[in-house]
């Protein structure tokens, strides 16, 4: 079966097409949402989820999160021992999708749709294809994140012709597009986008303020210590989502530092990525000719559009109430299911037709530093377009193109996705010139072939920072490397959680609380030691209900 995957910064989630419908897949907590972290367990098997998500705390040395940042980069990962590539990490995420998928359908999955940025370049999108192929399942289609949502938006509206603006907030990135849709059509007018900008941006704000008013300098203090700001600081921007102010507390060795945060200051100390927002909203509109905005049109995806924040933003830019429909978190994977539903041409869905866009011009470099595009952004997709240059100087033997992607004027400035340098006869009577075509397939990936023209000689190749171009066998070799990394075992993975749970608490509070915290724990260890017993999930759920109450800093609660 085809699989639908939104792998996410933060959260990564299954969806597949059954029965004339899209369904998510939950994971063995019942969740949809599985964060997107991985880590090492004590024992050195890898721990990837909601599991992990909870040692991002206590064991920061054998976790890592939010590394879909760094997809197809060279940058290396630290975690435990060694260092991994995002796509290694990635990989893990979709093994455990995948288990997921087979244990809730019984049925084996063979290929998966994955959702991207519309602003992934080249390099990130070969780099989510590798981590399929080394999760061992076949990646046909990448399709651009809010070109699922606006798919599941045509679904969710009974394909109903509506004109809509897709604002796809997540944890790291963020995306406008501006769609048409009509008949059985969904077409993407414009995108505009930020990939470094997110939601973590405005936890990290929160944190920068917590650190400030407490006279402390992130350069100075432990990992451990930052991390516990961090997550204090994410709870924090969800209260006060509902709440006017919030009190921050966190503990390092045995001193507690306090903040307490109004939404006006966070309003405040938010207003540079504000600004971001509305820069990427002005130019989608902007590049999709469309002035009459309404707040009906608008369709807000990704955890970080459910800020208060954020939709207030948005209202004020447009000066109409904007907020959240559908589920926002739900709708990436629901229109990567509905592209695997079209795939294996399921029912009503399979005349659904998506005409997609190239999100930035891509080009190359002339004399001077001077950009020449080729494909210009926001063509359709696939795209093919061919223009010619000429060698400089008499005598020349080499013609060089040096590709870009970006929109600046300098093509220096643009982002550098490779080269190619084709011979040309030495010449002293005319200039040699060559042919380029750029052809930008339906998955984003450019493919580049030059054509010298006095001697016909054609060279092509799939543009990729060589860094990450790997060949079959080393793709092979990799793969089998990453399969001896077993994941763990499901059984005991949600009591596994609640532990984790209690020791990140633990190292959060002080106090007697923590004495109680202690018992209890060894308490519910012992019983899941035993692990045969009928009344688990009662004492789970008593002791998750526990550690809820704590959560909440509800420390006037007491038992035993
Ligand atoms: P990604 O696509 O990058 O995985 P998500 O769409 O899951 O990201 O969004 C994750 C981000 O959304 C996180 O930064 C998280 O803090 C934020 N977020 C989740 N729920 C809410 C909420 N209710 N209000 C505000 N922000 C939220
Ligand atoms: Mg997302």
Known sequence: MIVGIDLGTTNSLAGIFRNGKVELVPNVFGDYLTPSVVGLDDDGELIVG?????????????????????????????????????????????????????????????????????????????????????????????????????????????????????VDFGGGTLDISVVESFD????????????????????????????????LNKDFISNEFYYKVLVESEKAKLTLNSQDEVQLSVADQDTQYDMTLSYKRFYEISQPLLARVKAVLDRALFDANHSHVHADDFVLVGGTSKLRLVQEFLSFCIGQAVTTTDDPDLMIAKGCALVAGIKERQG???????????????????????????????????????????????????????IYQGERMRASENLLLGSLVVDVPENYQDYEAADVR???????????????????????KIILQDS???????????????????????????????????????????????????????????????????????????????????????????ER
């Open 50 to 166: 909601k599991l992990a998500k909870e040692r991002l705390v206590t064991k920061p040395d054998l976790t890592v999160s939010q590394f879909k940042r760094f997809m197809g980069s060279k940058h290396p990962i630290q975690l435990g021992e060694r260092t991994y590539q995002a796509e290694e990490l990635s990989s893990f995420i979709i093994r455990k999708l995948i288990e997921d998928t087979e244990r809730y359908t019984g049925e084996k999955v063979e290929e998966i749709i994955v959702s991207v940025p519309a602003y992934f370049n080249d390099a990130q999108r070969y780099a989510t294809k590798l981590a399929g192929q080394y999760a061992g399942v076949k990646i046909d289609r990448i399709i651009n994140e809010p070109s699922a949502a606006s798919l599941a938006q045509k679904m969710n509206n009974e394909m109903e012709d509506q004109a809509f603006i897709v």
């Open 184 to 215: 059985n059509i969904v077409e993407i007018l414009a995108i505009a986008g930020d990939n470094r900008l997110g939601g973590e941006d405005y936890t990290a704000a929160i944190a920068q303020e917590f650190l400030l008013v407490n006279d």
């Open 468 to 558: 990450i171009n790997l060949s079959e066998e080393e793709i092979a070799k990799k793969k089998a490397e990453l399969e001896k990394y077993k994941i763990n075992v499901q059984e005991t993975e949600v009591y596994r959680y609640l532990i984790e749970r209690a020791d990140r608490l633990y190292s959060m509070i002080l106090g007697v609380e923590r004495e109680n915290l202690m018992e209890r724990t060894r308490f519910f260890e012992q019983e899941v030691a035993k692990a045969s017993l009928p009344h688990l999930p009662k004492l789970y759920d008593e002791f998750s209900a526990y550690l809820d109450r704590l959560e909440r800093g509800d420390r006037a609660y007491y």
């Open 438 to 460: 750029f052809t930008y397939d339906l998955n984003g990936i450019l493919d580049v072939e030059v054509t010298v023209l006095s001697t016909g000689q054609v060279c092509s």
């Open 348 to 402: 009503e869905v399979r005349d659904l037709l998506l005409s997609d866009i190239c999100p930035f011009s891509l080009g190359v470099e002339v004399v001077g530093d001077k950009y020449s595009p080729i494909i210009e952004r926001n063509s359709s997709l696939p795209s093919s377009r061919v223009e010619r240059y000429y060698a400089q100087s008499l005598g020349q033997t080499q013609l060089r193109f040096n």
